[in-house]
């Protein structure tokens, strides 16, 4: 019988573990990769290899059981002997039922802004949830991801109910993170504070 639960046990085990530790640029980078690869047509392909840039559709399902996917425009090209994939403009994640859950926007040069990308969480009834952006800084020397995620709450809706801060190295190590009532972080909220419950009704 334990030639069955181990398995079992160590596929927990492994999932825990990622849980609760954060996957570094890197790593996401090298996930995303094979994600597009697999995608790839032949038609794509070639002309990819032929030296132009593929402008596509990509969607993919999120879990095993199709319950939502994430779609959006995906650059490739080829270069220096590997694809180069580039997706831009707005994501939507959506539920198996068209529902829109989320958005994914990302964010070039161009555009001008302090963030990199934002993402949008939307309820089921459509009102927004939270809205996460990161912005590249320098923290005692270091430079650090500083993602913002600015939670509204149920009752008054559109309403700032909090701001977590969370600063982290490349390699996904915590530097520092808290709460407080403003993106700047000048009001911090005291240690151990939790907004009421009511205000957290999904």
Known sequence: MWQLFLP???????????LGKPISDAGWQRI??????????KEEIAVAQRGETVEKTHKVYGDIWHSYYDEGPLQVKWADG?????????WHRLSRHGQLQAENIYTTPADRVTYKGIWKQYRPDGSLDFVMYGLPETLN???VNHTLTVQFGRQI????????????????RTVRQFLARDTKGRQPLPEGWKPAPNDLIK
């Open 141 to 143: 020397g270091d430079s």
């Open 32 to 41: 995303n990769y094979r994600e597009y690869s697999r995608h790839l047509t």
């Open 8 to 18: 079992i046990g160590i596929v927990l085990g492994t999932g825990i573990y990622f």
């Open 82 to 90: 590997r694809y180069q994939f580039t997706p831009h403009g707005t």
């Open 157 to 172: 809706p559109a309403d700032t109910l909090y701001v977590q801060h969370y600063y982290a190295r490349k390699d996904g």
